[in-house]
């Protein structure tokens, strides 16, 4: 049965009167995300939200549930505990610890994939946690190094069978920037679970085949969580990087562990935890000085330029911006990894945008998205995600038109991706626009929007 703690949820009580939701309001909006999740539509009205104004704990996924809705309407990140629910325990075994032994981390991402491909709730509904991260960077830092050794298991394994996985990960690769994650992240589960992991456990090689394998595993779990992010699930894509930053610790892929990290954060600015971020960019500037990758250098630097934008402190932004460039610079005769090959201009201006949006600084917004938009062309969910970011620089110039007509460039293009942050940076961009909310073409925007993005209306960006 539900707990019935014995306060009313003040908590929740406030946010309801901030967001300006009905009770009836709320409860359908908790039944149409259910929905687009993939649950069986659960039966809510506004009684249900009275029962846990009184108190009463209502049983997963509905917190995490409410925290997306409330967080898409008031425009800044609300968790569970915000709410006035109990936060979400770890389980006793869970992989968000880094495994001591190449087995152990077979054995954890085996777990972690059927759990994934079964839908079972804990690794799904898990919340972000905050401690996770640092902890797995400082044993990736100090951690002494386990020797991988050959493989002695049944199945033989080959460089050039080392070569088929790393092409396998570039296609879902590709088709992950074109499509955004919806449509393939099952595909990607099942051949890493069905794939890879049999492999990691039981190939018959030599060390150093065995090193590029687990190299390619650490690939392909990076993946994995980067779409888990892409569609907002943001313990699961934990889940997943930190794996992969274990993997690529044995396979002693440094430059690969660097990429993760700053992966990891990446998803901590998103999720609005920027001390956090600064720790994982700067964990991430070590490893790629270790590798010798400055252009992984200067993309942790743009990303700890970023995470202190977020805490409003202009100078430090300004100081990591100035070596992010000089770093880039220098790196543009840099032989990249496939993995690091999408980190060019364009990227590197769209994340120096970022940056100034985050300060409230719309001319340089503006500026360095358009630079973003000389773009690989098949990167679409970049692209409608660079697009969203130059809209959101009009709008916090007031350019209304502009932004306006560049946000239903964004929408298009949106609508035709499974991308759950890509949807967000349309709601993100309407609140930028919403002092604005009277005129003619943002009322045209916002109706078009919803028309084409339903997920708009189900997740409650608009009132």
Same mark, same amino acid.
């Given at each position: 049965?539900?707990?019935?703690?014995?306060?009313?949820?003040?908590?929740?009580?406030?946010?309801?009167?901030?967001?300006? *939701?009905?009770?009836?309001?709320?409860?359908?909006?908790?039944?149409?995300?259910?929905?687009?999740?993939?649950?069986?539509?659960?039966?809510?009205?506004?009684?249900?939200?009275?029962?846990?104004?009184?108190?009463?704990?209502? !049983?997963?996924?509905?917190?995490?549930?409410?925290?997306?809705?409330? /967080?898409?309407?008031?425009?800044?990140?609300?968790?569970? %505990?915000?709410?006035?629910?109990?936060?979400?325990?770890?389980?006793?075994?869970?992989?968000?610890?880094?495994?001591?032994?190449?087995?152990?981390?077979?054995?954890?991402?085996?777990?972690? #994939?059927?759990?994934?491909?079964?839908?079972?709730?804990?690794?799904?509904? /898990?919340?972000?946690?905050?401690?996770?991260?640092?902890?797995?960077?400082?044993?990736?830092?100090?951690?002494?190094?386990?020797?991988?050794?050959?493989?002695?298991?049944?199945?033989?394994?080959?460089?050039?069978?080392?070569?088929?996985?790393?092409?396998?990960?570039?296609? *879902?690769?590709?088709?992950?920037?074109?499509?955004?994650?919806? !449509?393939?992240?099952?595909?990607?589960?099942?051949?890493?679970?069905?794939?890879?992991?049999?492999?990691?456990?039981?190939?018959?090689?030599?060390?150093?085949?065995?090193?590029?394998?687990?190299?390619?595993?650490?690939?392909?779990?990076?993946?994995?969580?980067?779409?888990?992010?892409?569609?907002?699930?943001?313990?699961?894509?934990?889940?997943?990087?930190?794996?992969?930053?274990?993997?690529?610790?044995?396979?002693?892929?440094?430059?690969?562990?660097?990429?993760?990290? %700053?992966?990891?954060?990446?998803?901590?600015?998103?999720?609005?935890?920027?001390?956090?971020?600064?720790?994982?960019?700067?964990?991430?500037?070590?490893?790629?000085?270790?590798?010798?990758?400055?252009?992984?250098?200067?993309?942790?630097?743009?990303?700890? #330029?970023?995470?202190? %934008?977020?805490?409003?402190?202009?100078?430090?932004?300004?100081?990591?911006?100035?070596?992010?460039?000089?770093?880039?610079?220098?790196?543009?005769?840099?032989?990249?990894?496939?993995?690091?090959?999408?980190?060019?201009?364009?990227?590197?201006?769209?994340?120096?945008?970022?940056?100034?949006?985050?300060?409230?600084?719309?001319?340089?917004?503006?500026?360095?998205?358009?630079?973003?938009?000389?773009?690989?062309?098949?990167?679409?969910?970049?692209?409608?995600?660079?697009? /969203?970011?130059?809209?959101?620089?009009?709008?916090?110039?007031?350019?209304?038109?502009?932004?306006?007509?560049?946000?239903?460039?964004?929408?298009?293009?949106? #609508?035709?991706?499974?991308?759950?942050?890509?949807?967000?940076?349309?709601?993100?961009?309407?609140?930028?626009?919403?002092?604005?909310?009277?005129?003619?073409?943002?009322?045209?925007?916002?109706?078009?929007?919803?028309?084409?993005?339903?997920?708009?209306?189900?997740?409650?960006?608009?009132?």
């Amino acid at each position: 049965m539900a707990q019935q703690p014995q306060e009313p949820n003040r908590r929740l009580d406030t946010l309801i009167i901030e967001a300006g *939701f009905s009770r009836k309001g709320l409860a359908r909006r908790v039944v149409d995300l259910a929905v687009e999740r993939g649950y069986p539509a659960p039966r809510y009205d506004h009684t249900s939200v009275r029962r846990w104004l009184r108190g009463e704990e209502p !049983r997963p996924p509905v917190p995490a549930l409410l925290a997306e809705i409330f /967080s898409s309407r008031l425009g800044r990140p609300i968790t569970p %505990a915000d709410l006035g629910f109990a936060p979400r325990k770890m389980p006793e075994h869970s992989v968000l610890r880094m495994p001591m032994t190449p087995d152990e981390a077979a054995d954890a991402l085996n777990d972690l #994939a059927c759990a994934d491909l079964r839908g079972r709730r804990t690794p799904t509904e /898990s919340d972000f946690d905050s401690v996770a991260y640092p902890s797995a960077a400082l044993r990736w830092l100090i951690a002494p190094r386990t020797a991988l050794g050959p493989g002695d298991g049944a199945r033989e394994l080959g460089m050039e069978d080392v070569r088929e996985i790393r092409e396998a990960v570039h296609a *879902f690769r590709v088709l992950d920037n074109q499509m955004g994650a919806r !449509r393939i992240r099952r595909t990607v589960v099942d051949y890493l679970g069905t794939d890879i992991v049999p492999l990691l456990r039981d190939a018959r090689c030599t060390e150093p085949v065995r090193r590029q394998l687990f190299s390619a595993a650490a690939e392909l779990v990076h993946l994995c969580g980067w779409q888990a992010h892409d569609l907002e699930l943001q313990g699961l894509a934990q889940w997943y990087l930190v794996q992969a930053l274990s993997l690529a610790r044995f396979a002693e892929d440094c430059g690969l562990g660097g990429e993760i990290l %700053a992966a990891m954060s990446q998803q901590a600015i998103y999720v609005m935890q920027p001390d956090q971020a600064i720790d994982m960019a700067q964990a991430a500037q070590a490893a790629g000085r270790r590798a010798g990758l400055t252009v992984l250098e200067a993309e942790s630097l743009v990303l700890e #330029a970023h995470a202190h %934008a977020l805490r409003a402190d202009t100078a430090s932004c300004a100081r990591a911006l100035r070596r992010a460039e000089s770093a880039f610079c220098q790196a543009q005769d840099d032989d990249l990894p496939p993995w690091l090959s999408y980190f060019d201009e364009a990227y590197f201006a769209a994340k120096i945008g970022h940056c100034f949006r985050a300060l409230g600084q719309g001319a340089q917004t503006e500026r360095h998205a358009l630079r973003s938009l000389r773009m690989d062309p098949r990167f679409i969910r970049g692209k409608a995600l660079n697009i /969203s970011l130059l809209a959101s620089g009009y709008a916090v110039q007031g350019e209304v038109e502009q932004a306006c007509k560049a946000g239903q460039q964004a929408v298009d293009l949106t #609508a035709g991706l499974g991308s759950a942050r890509a949807v967000t940076s349309i709601g993100n961009l309407l609140h930028d626009l919403s002092p604005y909310s009277g005129t003619r073409q943002v009322k045209a925007l916002t109706s078009y929007a919803v028309t084409r993005l339903p997920a708009l209306r189900r997740r409650a960006v608009l009132r």
